[in-house]
């Protein structure tokens, strides 16, 4: 049974560009959750998806967007990067309480 | 704001010995509890979900919530290198939403 999922490992952008990283849950998991880890800190809450819906969101500007398609993956864009952008971006995914996390993507924004 | 605290050490233990991780919450509305541990470049590994007052041990490790006190622990026996990582704790809000809200972390160190 494979995990959650994420690709690409690795990103380097530059500042203004826009960038969309994609997130595979766990088989059977309906919900996709979001986070931005900075280097040293605790992940923090981005957003989720239900139903192909976003349910909750955390404190995070509009350049940052999400979506989930239909087979329950998502995708995260974020657009106009800032060097501040620059972090670990994790997808978790759950069926009930218990939250599993991908590998994640390492974002760099130069 | 909702905060989840802890130290983040590093905490330096021998091999063998018990590590004894700590985690304090401002939401007293809170229901249940994370404990990850991350290895340095990975991603969060899940170890232990608590979500009654008092202990829930799943092998090595026994997890401690005291709901008066706002307050999760992680007990680590018979610690090994293998164990050195940061342990990251993250509070549900409130239950199962999977908005988890995690403290820094605390890094172990398990000396051989």
């Known amino acids: 049974d494979a995990g959650v999922t994420q690709s690409p490992t690795h990103l380097i952008k530059t500042r203004g560009q826009q960038v969309t990283l994609r997130c595979s849950p766990k088989?059977?998991?309906?919900?996709v959750s979001w986070y931005q880890q900075a280097l040293g800190q605790g992940p923090q809450f981005i957003f989720q998806y239900y139903e192909e819906e976003e349910r909750q969101r955390g404190n995070f500007p509009d350049r940052f967007s999400g979506h989930q398609f239909p087979n329950y993956s998502s995708e995260l864009n974020v657009n106009a990067l800032l060097l501040g952008d620059s972090a670990l971006y994790l997808c978790?995914?759950?069926?009930?309480?218990?939250?599993?996390f991908g590998p994640g993507t390492r974002l760099t924004v130069l | 704001q909702k905060e989840v605290e802890q130290n983040s050490g590093p905490l330096s233990v021998p091999e063998g010995a018990i590590a004894s991780l700590n985690c304090t919450y401002s939401d007293r509305g809170s229901q249940s509890f994370f404990w990850y541990r991350q290895y340095s470049g990975k991603s969060p590994e899940l170890i232990m979900f608590i979500y009654s007052n008092g202990d829930k041990e799943d092998g090595r490790f026994t997890a401690q919530l005291n709901k008066a006190s706002q307050y999760v622990s992680l007990l680590i026996r018979d610690s090994q290198p293998s164990d050195s990582a940061t342990y990251l704790c993250a509070d549900d809000r409130g239950g199962s939403q999977g908005n988890l809200i995690f403290g820094k972390g605390t890094k172990l160190s398990v000396k051989p």
């Open positions: 978790a995914s759950s069926l009930g309480p218990r939250w599993f």
């Open positions: 088989s059977g998991h309906d919900t």
